[in-house]
């Protein structure tokens, strides 16, 4: 592949030259521990141990190293295990981490009750107002800004290329977790970002059928220290899981067209629905973000998150009444999901500053007949 090769294409092909020795032309499951060497030490390919590196698990690595413009990545079992193994390197006890005052729920989770325990600080700001984010820059030595964009379930919108200048002049990194857009819309590396996470279970896998998660770095010499780290506590994604996420990622860009449209229609069919109280989609000009989603983002995503008028009992009932959409966390899959963030998703954030509405529904808009879903959240409203 060549860096000129567009998004499409290096999807389908970066890292997945056919098989020199048969010619398949997916890579294979390479489902081994260890491999035969030539001589003490004379590996083939450089692979010893499949927790160290294997076939498969490269092929992705090198697929979404391409599909982010990142000089390395490094795939996991899960996104958490990957946001884990990238601040265990970057990090040290005694260095404060800036994080979003709606992140992902289990990201909380991992600051607020595993590596506070280990001396990480961590202070909650608004990532959409770079002002406050720059007075707290200002105000003590930070070593590393995270940032979603959009974020879950809120869908607001961060500027990336803001971020990354105002942490960068505090002698901080800027970290991206990237699951809601997929590398498809918005491309943080190249907005400035110093390295990018995903829950690849989500858009990436785009099928509901495998969880992982991945690291994505712009430097090669931060990659190789993540890789160390990967390497020392395990957490690598095994080589069927490998598989099927490359396997998701063929059709990324399809899909997530289809989301993406999808996804505008329903929220402007919410926007005029009588039930609803607030649409929160950064596709719709009213959101406070959109100028911004517009300038660093191909399209607006498949997530839809609104606010029922009647209140939270009512938000409940509707996330019980629908056909097509399932009732069920996670998000990015092919099958429309409808979710509770309160009492589902961010359950685990309730009574801190990051508790969700009660109100509050939030979709995963899928790529089913359009016309079918908005029928199903009518009769369910
Ligand atoms: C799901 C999710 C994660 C965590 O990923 P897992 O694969 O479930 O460990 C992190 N960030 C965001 C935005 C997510 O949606």
Redesign the pocket.
């Known amino acids: 592949m060549t860096s000129q090769d567009g998004f499409e294409t290096l999807a389908i092909h970066a890292g997945q030259e056919p098989d020199p020795l048969t010619g398949a032309v997916v890579p294979p499951i390479y489902q081994v521990s260890t491999y035969k060497q030539d001589g003490v030490g004379g590996l083939r390919g450089g692979y010893e141990y499949s927790r160290s590196a294997n076939p498969t698990r490269t092929a992705l690595e090198q697929c979404l190293a391409a599909l982010e413009d990142g000089s390395a990545a490094l795939a996991f079992a899960?996104?958490?295990?990957?946001?884990d193994c990238l601040l265990r390197t970057v990090c040290s006890a005694g260095d404060l981490v800036l994080i979003p005052d709606d992140?992902?729920g289990?990201?909380y989770r991992l600051f607020d009750q595993v590596l506070a325990g280990w001396g990480l600080d961590y202070s909650v700001v608004p990532m959409s107002d770079l002002a406050a984010v720059r007075e707290q820059l200002a105000a003590r030595p930070v070593s590393c800004v995270w940032v979603?964009t959009p974020?879950?379930p809120l869908l607001n919108i961060a500027d990336i290329r803001g971020l990354a200048q105002a942490a960068h002049e505090a002698g901080a990194m800027l970290v991206v977790?990237n699951?809601?857009a997929s590398p498809y819309l918005q491309q943080p590396l190249r907005l400035g970002a110093d390295a990018v996470?995903?829950?690849?279970?989500?858009y990436l896998g785009g099928h509901s059928d495998v969880?992982?998660?991945a690291v994505v770095v712009a430097d090669a010499e931060l990659a190789a220290r993540i890789a160390f780290t990967q390497n020392a506590t395990g957490s690598v994604a095994g080589p069927f899981d490998s598989w099927l996420t490359l396997r998701g990622i063929k059709t990324l860009a399809a899909r997530m067209d289809r989301h993406c449209r999808n996804a505008l229609r329903i929220a402007q069919m919410l926007a005029e629905h009588p039930a609803v109280a607030e649409v929160m989609y950064p596709g719709l000009p009213s959101h406070p973000g959109h100028k911004i989603a517009q300038e660093q983002m191909r399209a607006f995503g498949g997530m839809v998150s609104f606010r029922m008028l009647a209140g939270e009992e009512a938000a409940v009932r509707t996330c019980g009444r629908t056909r097509l959409f399932t009732l069920g966390e996670?998000?990015?899959g092919v099958e429309s999901l409808i979710e509770h963030p309160h009492r589902m998703?961010h359950a685990s954030v309730a009574g801190s500053v990051l508790e969700v509405p009660g109100d509050l529904i939030r979709l995963s808009v899928g790529i089913e007949d359009c016309d079918d879903l908005i029928h199903d959240l009518r009769q369910a409203l």
């Open positions: 899960s996104g958490l295990a990957a946001e992140a992902y289990g990201t979603e974020t879950n977790d699951t809601f996470v995903h829950s690849t279970t989500k969880v992982g998660g996670s998000l990015g998703t």
